[in-house]
């Protein structure tokens, strides 16, 4: 169930993230149309252009956490011989990440009660929308981060032998 749970929160982070870069990338070809073939520039794409980034960013970011793909500081790990330590250390690493995403959620539904009533000015969007983000891309984070704890705890340490 962990592995499939895994597959649908990828496939779905993917296809959201895939296909808002691609209709970026249709609004900025329609914005540079626009102003320098049309001498007509459009006002929406601009602010569309900076909300899109700012969903893609974080949606990407919690992509990259479920692949634990993120930088990593392997100072630490990479002098650590003992693979229970090693995966003690991950066990606290995703631990200190779910506790960012309870930050991210619990601050990202504030800021979005707060700024509902806020209208972007050529959009004319509840910036509450926009805010959205940050829970979204929490709830994604903590999900990997449950995911990721559950494979490791479920794991088999390895033990290593060492010869004398």
């Known amino acids: 169930m962990n592995k499939a749970f895994r597959k649908y929160l990828d496939r779905t982070i993917e296809v959201i993230t895939c296909t808002l870069l691609l209709i970026m990338v249709i609004v900025t070809s329609w914005q540079v149309i626009s102003r320098y073939i ?3 520039p459009s006002s929406l794409t601009g602010e569309f252009l900076r909300f899109g980034l700012i969903w893609f960013s974080l949606l990407a970011g919690a992509y990259v956490v479920g692949k634990k793909g993120h930088i990593a500081i392997t100072f630490l790990s990479n002098r650590i011989k003992s ?9 606290f690493v995703q ?9 991210m959620i619990m ?11 806020q209208i972007s000015p050529s959009l004319h ?19 990997y981060c449950l995911i ?5 705890i479920g794991s088999k340490p390895v033990h290593i032998q060492e010869n004398s």
């Not at 631990?95 to 930050?103: M, R, T």
């Not at 969007?125 to 999900?143: C, D, E, N, Q, R």
């Not at 990721?148 to 490791?152: E, F, G, M, T, V």
């Open 148 to 152: 990721n704890l559950i494979d490791l």
């Open 107 to 117: 601050g990202g539904f504030k800021a979005v009660s707060l700024t509902m009533v």
């Open 95 to 103: 631990i200190s990440f779910a506790l960012f995403a309870v930050i």
């Open 38 to 40: 049309l001498n007509n």
């Open 125 to 143: 969007l509840p910036m509450g929308y926009v805010y959205l983000s940050l829970p979204v891309a929490g709830i994604s984070i903590f999900l």
């Open 83 to 91: 693979e229970q330590i090693k995966r003690m250390l991950e066990i």
